[in-house]
Every structure is written in structure tokens, then in C-alpha cells.
């Protein structure tokens, strides 16, 4: 990822497999929910998860903004109840703060969001008189609390994901804060691309004899450690 991005400091929109025909670019809220996949028993060095922290606003072009992975709900990885519902209608992209009403909404704060608790089902429809003709609206609240089956649908069952179908210049749209694997800021160049012509903060995270599933752990306590730094959670 840093290896592709670094040359031109530009994180490119490409060709998505959901929405056949566009270039997006991807982004979750709040959370490094982003998740490859390998059955390999340790993770290559270049197989690592890296995390770009953005300021909401410096994402432009934002075409939509899904209150859980858009991937999954295509891919029918989500239980029935949800993905008998057309994808459209989740899409909120046209709604001034979308981000913002979908976190206060179903879960009350930043915190309960990160930390993927929402509120209790009575008091979610009484607080906004919920009804049968709600369904969209009940079917994202119970899949937020929904963890029977971690395989099918993770952390990114109610991650807000957001699309734009512009390229991310680091030197202008500058990150907060980069995490990544200690390995790569021992390069002078790495270094130099972020610090100095992203402008952000690099932290890193050590390297072991683990499969890569064991590092998305590790990520969400970095993204934690600096959110709370920053007095944001």
C-alpha cells in the first residue's frame, strides 16, 4: 500500500466490482475497518495493514455513504433480513452530515460508536417512534448488534463507509496520521513522505510471527491511542 501510494502521494479511486463502471475511492469512519484476507500462518511484511486518519472533511467528491459495507450487503454475506433490501435505499450521501446523524442516531457518541455499542432496541424505536413502515431503519440497528456469525459480518456491519470518486492528494487532502509497520519508517523515503510532504504523524506498530488477522487488533488500539490523544474519545 505505502509502496504504491508514496511515488505520486496520491491514494487513486479504481475500478470498483460493486458499482461496475466507476473509480472510487473508499474510506470507513472512525474506525480501521478494512479487513484482507489471507490463510497464510504468518504475514508477509508487504501483506500488513496500514491506516490513513482524515479529517472528514478533506474527503471531496463523496458520492455516497453507507451506514455499513456496501461490499458485504452486495456480496449477500449479511443475514436476510437485510439483504432482501435494495442497497439504494441505505444510501445516504445527499444527507448534510450523514456521518454524524448515522453515529448519533444508533448509538448516542463517538465513543459508543468506536466502540461498536448500540443503543438498546426498546429505547432506539421509542426515541424516534419507530414503526412496520420503518423497516430499513430497524434492519441497520439490528445488524449492528448482530454478532452471531464474526466470519460473515464483522466490525463493518455498522462502520460508516463513505465513497468519493476523486483521487486523494496527501499534499493537499494531508492526513492526520499514518499507522504502519515499523519496518517501513527505517526507509528515509517513507519517512520523508510523510512527515514532511504529507505533513502527518507516523506511528508504528512491531512486527511478529503472527497471520494477518492478528494485527487488526493492533490497529484498533493505535487508531484508539491517538483518538484519545487527541481528546476525541
Same mark, same amino acid.
Given at each position: ?6 511515488? /505520486? ?15 472510487? /475511492? ?88 468506536? /466502540? ?30 448482530? /454478532? ?86
Amino acid at each position: 500500500m505505502i509502496k504504491s501510494i508514496r511515488p /505520486n502521494d496520491s491514494i487513486d479511486a479504481v475500478d470498483c466490482d460493486v458499482f461496475a463502471g466507476e473509480k472510487l /475511492n473508499y474510506f470507513f469512519v472512525g474506525r480501521p475497518a478494512y479487513k484482507s484476507e489471507s490463510s497464510d500462518a504468518q504475514a508477509a511484511d508487504w501483506e500488513l495493514p496500514c491506516c490513513f486518519i482524515f479529517e472528514y472533511a478533506s474527503i471531496k467528491g463523496i458520492k455516497r455513504v453507507f451506514p455499513f459495507d456496501s461490499g458485504a450487503h452486495h456480496g449477500k454475506r449479511y443475514p436476510n433480513y437485510i439483504s432482501m433490501m435494495d442497497l439504494s435505499e441505505f444510501d445516504t450521501g445527499d444527507v448534510i452530515d450523514a456521518p454524524a446523524r448515522i453515529i448519533g442516531a444508533y448509538f448516542g457518541s463517538a465513543k459508543a460508536y468506536f /466502540n461498536l455499542k448500540p443503543k438498546a432496541e426498546d429505547a432506539f424505536v421509542e426515541e424516534f417512534s419507530l414503526g412496520p413502515l420503518d423497516a430499513e431503519i430497524m434492519a441497520v440497528h439490528r445488524l449492528a448488534g448482530d /454478532n452471531r456469525d464474526a466470519d460473515q459480518f464483522d466490525d463493518r456491519r455498522l462502520t460508516i463507509e463513505v465513497q468519493s470518486d476523486q483521487h486523494v492528494d496527501l499534499t493537499v487532502a494531508k492526513p492526520l496520521a499514518v499507522i504502519l509497520p515499523a519496518v517501513y519508517l527505517d526507509s528515509v523515503e517513507v519517512r520523508e513522505a510523510i512527515e514532511t510532504r504529507w505533513g502527518a504523524e507516523a506511528i508504528t506498530y512491531s512486527i511478529s510471527s503472527l497471520s494477518l488477522k492478528h494485527y487488526y487488533g493492533t490497529i484498533y488500539q493505535k487508531v484508539l491511542d491517538f483518538y484519545q490523544s487527541r481528546g476525541w474519545l
